[in-house]
């Protein structure tokens, strides 16, 4: 079961941290990443980070602003979110795959193990 927590609203231009925690696996097995859902869109791929951190992957619209990241020693990750803008307001979602190698995914269906959601939202 994983735990999304840090939601909030956070006016344009400021910062937010949302972690990911209840992972009861092998923690540095697992590959990790965070989606999002905007309001009336599908589900995207916003970061991925290898299971010993040393490879991350973006969505080009984040890259810069947001920075993922992994405690193995806590079994705990999280996606440190900087200059948020409007159309960043989505559910977050953190998601877990067993990974033979130290490679990312940003394809869903990649993705064994989703966390409920926590909501951003960063008003206009």
């Known amino acids: 079961q994983l735990v999304e927590s840090g939601e909030g609203v956070v006016q344009a231009g400021g910062s937010l941290r949302l972690s990911c925690a209840g992972f009861?696996?092998?923690?540095?097995?697992?590959?990790m990443g965070w989606f999002r859902q905007p309001p009336g869109k599908e589900r995207e791929f916003v970061a991925s980070?290898?299971?010993?951190?040393?490879?991350?992957d973006y969505l080009d619209s984040v890259k810069g602003r947001f920075t993922i990241s992994r405690d193995n020693s806590k079994n705990t990750w999280s996606l440190q979110m900087h200059s948020l803008k409007p159309e960043d307001t989505a559910v977050y979602y953190c998601?877990?795959?067993?990974?033979?190698?130290?490679?990312?995914?940003?394809?869903?269906?990649?993705?064994?193990?989703w966390g409920q959601g926590t909501q951003v939202t960063v008003p206009s």
């Open positions: 980070i290898s299971r010993t951190g040393v490879t991350t």
């Open positions: 998601a877990a795959r067993v990974s033979r190698d130290d490679t990312v995914r940003s394809r869903q269906d990649d993705y064994d193990y």
């Open positions: 009861g696996g092998t923690f540095t097995l697992y590959n």
